[in-house]
């Protein structure tokens, strides 16, 4: 199998960390989560936050850090809070700034992709989780992905990994089998976490949900359990090949120094640093038609995971502007910057989004993705100039242009899908004309298929094998 390099760390830092708590155990039941739920803290009205017990572990003083941070009022006078989460942390993000606690504290709700820590006491919503998890087919990892591969994910695992898998349950490397690669990928990425000291349970998510149920706060989940784990399951075998290679064949040190660096990047609120870096296959021993091959491969898990999602966090956005109500909003800060990023979204909708927060990121706002060459930000007038080139240089013919780097996708099939486990969009009226909203496409569309549980299978996914 050709080695593939793709920088995994940045995607795993932004989205939601569902899988890294999954156990290894005999009986399914045990094998989930449950182990991990603690007993729920509740805080009398007017106590104070900074009495949970939580607190204790945590500095005395305000950090010294400035992460992304925008506001939106609505008409009502009300404000909406979009706070950029990270979901692995150390102390050194603690205590958070006073005024993104005290718009914390001003708000109503707090709106979260998923409520975590309400997963881990739900049981029978592990078990239902379960079809996301494991092959019920019969086949195991290994009748799905390449040999060579399979062989160095087992040594990865049984040499690197395992104190923590024998703390998570996986008394035997043998039980890693029966679970899928999204599961794999949650243990790799809980693995590199740990060596950049970083952790899950320091979270941004995590640590305002803690506060959240402590004081009986409504707590919104913008997705659901079922939805993400869907989405995570729904890709190509060549996708999860591709992903999978770069955890146990690349460096080891470089990809910790990803993770490191993307959570310095996140204290100082800088924009760039929670953009992923294009992937180069140039250095690679591939063919033309596989490079073309993995880079769709790419472009359809971006679409699935931040372009499509976005779409429907800010529909939820607006609901939360026009309902009268402050909201305090924390979902991975990846879904904040960049074109087509809520914030984006938000803009191009004709709200006044203000930035109170972190390093400029309207710049970021004209970009998908940093040039492979990681040589910093790009001026996003220095695109349109090459495209005007490319195009005069080419006579329009064989040269693309920015307008052919996007397509059509079936946004209704989205929501469809969004709705189906349990995300909340806006009314049926506001969505009207959004069909041919554009993403990062080339030229295939979101595709969904139904498997033999009920699920969605398959979504975002090109390349079914």
């Given at each position: ?453 009920g699920g969605w299978g398959g979504w975002g996914s090109s390349d079914q094998d």
């Amino acid at each position: 199998m050709k080695k593939n390099r793709i920088l995994a760390a940045a995607l795993a830092m932004l989205l939601c960390v569902l899988l890294v708590t999954a156990t290894g155990c005999n009986e399914m039941a045990n094998m989930m989560m449950q182990q991990y739920a603690q007993p729920q803290e509740t805080l009398a009205e007017g106590e104070s936050i900074y009495n949970l017990s939580m607190y204790d572990r945590l500095p005395s003083d305000n950090a010294d850090i400035d992460p992304l941070f925008w506001e939106v009022e609505g008409e009502k006078g009300n404000k909406v809070y979009f706070f950029g989460s990270i979901h692995v942390a150390d102390e050194t993000a603690y205590r958070l700034p006073e005024h993104i606690m005290n718009a914390y504290l001003e708000s109503d709700s707090l709106a979260v992709e998923v409520d975590i820590n309400a997963m881990q006491s739900d049981l029978m919503g592990q078990l239902k989780l379960a079809q996301y998890m494991t092959y019920a087919d019969g086949s195991s990892i290994a009748d799905h992905i390449d040999p060579e591969l399979y062989a160095a994910m087992r040594e990865f695992a049984e040499n690197e990994m395992s104190s923590m898998l024998s703390s998570l349950g996986y008394s035997n490397i043998d039980m890693l089998d029966m679970m899928k690669p999204s599961v794999w990928m949650s243990l790799f990425e809980n693995y590199y976490a740990e060596a950049a000291n970083l952790k899950s349970d320091l979270g941004i998510d995590s640590h305002f949900l803690t506060i959240a149920a402590a004081q009986g706060r409504e707590i919104i989940e913008l997705e659901s359990a079922e939805f993400q784990y869907a989405m995570l399951d729904g890709f190509s075998d060549k996708f999860y090949e591709m992903q999978l290679s770069s955890y146990v064949m690349g460096d080891v040190d470089e990809t910790v120094k990803v993770y490191r660096d993307m959570f310095e990047g996140w204290k100082e609120g800088n924009p760039e640093a929670m953009l992923s870096e294009e992937v180069d296959f140039s250095g690679e021993d591939l063919t033309d038609e596989e490079i073309e091959e993995y880079t769709q491969i790419l472009e359809d898990y971006n679409t699935a995971m931040l372009y499509d999602r976005n779409e429907g966090m800010a529909d939820k956005a607006e609901d939360f502007i026009n309902s009268g109500k402050n909201v305090f909003y924390v979902v991975g800060c990846g879904h904040f910057v960049g074109k087509d990023s809520v914030i984006d979204l938000l803009l191009d909708r004709g709200y006044d989004v203000k930035q109170i927060g972190g390093m400029d990121a309207e710049p970021y706002l004209d970009m998908y993705e940093l040039p492979a060459s990681g040589a910093g930000k790009q001026d996003p007038a220095d695109d349109e100039e090459e495209e005007e080139e490319e195009e005069d240089n080419h006579g329009g013919t064989t040269a693309l242009t920015h307008d052919d780097l996007y397509s059509v996708y079936n946004y209704d099939l989205y929501v469809e899908m969004y709705e189906h486990f349990g995300g909340t969009t806006a009314d049926e009226d506001a969505l009207e004309g959004k069909t041919t909203k554009k993403t990062k496409k080339t030229s295939t569309t979101t595709k969904t298929t139904a498997n033999d549980n009920g699920g969605w299978g398959g979504w975002g996914s090109s390349d079914q094998d």
